[in-house]
């Protein structure tokens, strides 16, 4: 299944499909190992403390967002 990425309604990016597809790093090029993931939720407020995953902060600090993509002229 291909990978789907979906900003969630002032919450997280979802990501689902075969993570084993998917290579995630941070800043320094480590690897995240998503073996055995079908989904992982990325964090898109900031305030999570398990970054780059969401641990739920965006309810707590009452984080908004924009969910429509903007077209680019």
């Not at 090029?29 to 407020?45: N, P």
């Not at 900031?46 to 970054?51: D, H, T, W």
């Amino acid at each position: 299944m291909a990978i789907q990425a979906v900003a969630l309604k002032n919450g997280p990016y979802l990501v689902t499909g075969d993570l084993t597809e998917l290579n995630l790093t941070d800043a320094n090029g480590t690897r995240y190992d998503l073996s055995g993931k079908e989904k992982v939720a990325l964090c898109r407020c900031g305030a999570s403390v398990n970054k780059p995953f969401c641990d739920g902060q965006h309810s707590k600090i009452g984080f908004q967002a924009a969910e429509a993509a903007v077209k680019a002229e």
